[in-house]
């Protein structure tokens, strides 16, 4: 195959895989014969032919079809269609809807601009009295008091956090050679294939691994804010490990468990907003634990559960029913972490109603309002509870 075709599958290539999708050196290769077994100048069969050869998963068909039609079109024929509109008065067909994702396209056409150093010379002059790293600083400014880039680097921060739980015994066994248990059924077993004598015994030893996490998140107003940027950690976390079930709750409980299962956050997030119709509205935690309680909790709360409950405590209901439903979340899970954004003041007081129902029912009471709490979370919930940490909370109702 000659001419500009191999060298504009290779940019489109690269076009792609700096939009994110994982496209190889093999997929490149793959690629250019696909388009040496084709019609060329037949649209359908060049896209299809690409589409195989560098698309490896369902959710990045959108993205790839949404980067084809710009990289690939047709100069002559947009002039075309435009020179049609003004003819047709002016009114020009409504564009098809971008896909989730399609902004990284779009970014990924913009070539980067390099700054141009200026000159001078100036000797270079270092104060480093009451400096920070921009990191540290980060990891220790309030979300609610981040600008939008800010925010953007607090998100690929959290997308790097991994949640590893303490894991527990299961009652299932796996064939080990020198477990601590004697196998008499796999031992007479292999010992048919010996004429029946007792040459080896199987052992096996008792599996770990890791309790389900569940996570209930308060998206009311006034946790908005801290709920978008948590939505990042919940995904993080969901495709990191197995038995995560996420939920969302202002006014009524919403389950966003499959939808945080998608690899891409963009995809994920617009799911979550299709199926979550409450946001930044008013809270109902009482009603909104009630109705987990009743529908999900034998579901999910199961082999060692560890629960973390996302909210302020400011219900809108009054404290009414919400520590009968508290206690029995409690009771049904092994472990009840309560995350609030309000711990960040020093002068924190419970007095609230719905704070004082909700706290002698908890095994830990933190704070989640910067990148740095989360990762305090994160070792805090790879080694068992301590009962101590609730003894001064309880001693202040």
Partial sequence: MTGQIPTNVLHFARLLRRAGLKVGPAD????????GLIDIGNKQQMQSALRATMVHRHEDTDLFDYAFSIYWRDPAAAMQAKAMAALDGGKETAPEKAPPGAKRI????????????IPDDRPAEYDAVMTVSERERLNTMDFEAMSAAEIAQAK???ARLHLPLDEKRTRRHR?????PRIDLRATLRRSLRQGGELAVLARTRRTTKPPPLVVLCDISGSMARYAQ??????HAVANDRDRVHSFLFGTRLSNITRQLKARDPEVAFQLVAHAV???SGGTRIGEAIARFNHDWSRRVLGQGAVVLLVTD???REGAAGLADEMERLHKSCARLVWLNPLLRWDGFAPKSQGIRAMLPHVDEFRTVHNIASLRSLVETLSRPASPREMDRWRKAL
């Fill in 28 to 35: 490149m290769l793959a690629a250019q014969q696909a388009v």
């Fill in 106 to 117: 779009e970014d990924a056409f913009r070539p980067k601009q390099e700054k141009r150093e």
């Fill in 156 to 158: 690929a921060e959290i």
């Fill in 175 to 179: 064939p080990d050679a020198s477990g």
């Fill in 229 to 234: 940027i948590l939505l990042h950690f919940l």
């Fill in 277 to 279: 119709p409450d946001w």
């Fill in 313 to 315: 405590g400011l219900d």
